[in-house]
């Protein structure tokens, strides 16, 4: 969707009208959107504001301020490591800095064959099982370093079924 094609912007335009008769139709639109195409670049954003007539900045700070909203694509495996207190003081920066070194890619990045984006998260309501980690929602209780290399194996050969 980098750059928007016809039958994009054509979907997109459609999405906007569903909601032309909301009183508030930019979560439903960019909710929407969300689902169809897995992000929300700014391009997007900017088709949605002449459409609707609802300011980029205004789309740009609910686009961002929630989590299930996306700037980027995300990759075919979520993987957020919980950095919240509890997963922090037992080692949860160790567990993302060695899925860092792994994946080669930063929290926040997405790597080159679209496999895996990695994630840090605030407390995932999993405290009891710190530190926590999730991937594509399935949460892994008491990670530690020397089991992450595994993991990472679990999901790339998911993914050649
Ligand atoms: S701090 Fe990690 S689950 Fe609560």
């Given at each position: 969707m980098a750059h928007l094609q016809e039958a994009a912007v054509k979907q997109i335009n459609e999405i906007c009208d569903?909601?032309?008769?909301?009183?508030?139709?930019l979560m439903m639109i960019l909710s929407d959107i969300q689902k169809e195409y897995g992000y929300i670049p700014l391009e997007v954003q900017e088709l949605v504001s002449e459409r609707t007539g609802i300011s980029v900045a205004e789309i740009y700070g609910v686009v961002t301020f929630y989590?299930?909203?996306?700037?980027k694509p995300k990759g075919k495996n979520v993987v957020g490591c919980c950095l919240g207190t509890a997963c922090y003081v037992k080692g949860a920066q160790n567990v993302i800095d060695k899925f860092s070194e792994i994946l080669g890619i930063k929290p926040g990045e997405t790597s080159e064959d679209g496999l895996f984006t990695l994630d840090a998260l605030r407390c995932i309501g999993a405290c009891g099982i710190a530190p926590a980690v999730q991937i594509n929602g399935t949460v892994y209780p008491k990670m530690s370093v020397d089991k992450v290399a595994a993991l990472i194996e679990q999901y790339k050969n998911e993914g050649e079924h």
């Amino acid at each position: 969707m980098a750059h928007l094609q016809e039958a994009a912007v054509k979907q997109i335009n459609e999405i906007c009208d569903r909601y032309v008769n909301e009183e508030t139709p930019l979560m439903m639109i960019l909710s929407d959107i969300q689902k169809e195409y897995g992000y929300i670049p700014l391009e997007v954003q900017e088709l949605v504001s002449e459409r609707t007539g609802i300011s980029v900045a205004e789309i740009y700070g609910v686009v961002t301020f929630y989590s299930f909203f996306s700037l980027k694509p995300k990759g075919k495996n979520v993987v957020g490591c919980c950095l919240g207190t509890a997963c922090y003081v037992k080692g949860a920066q160790n567990v993302i800095d060695k899925f860092s070194e792994i994946l080669g890619i930063k929290p926040g990045e997405t790597s080159e064959d679209g496999l895996f984006t990695l994630d840090a998260l605030r407390c995932i309501g999993a405290c009891g099982i710190a530190p926590a980690v999730q991937i594509n929602g399935t949460v892994y209780p008491k990670m530690s370093v020397d089991k992450v290399a595994a993991l990472i194996e679990q999901y790339k050969n998911e993914g050649e079924h």
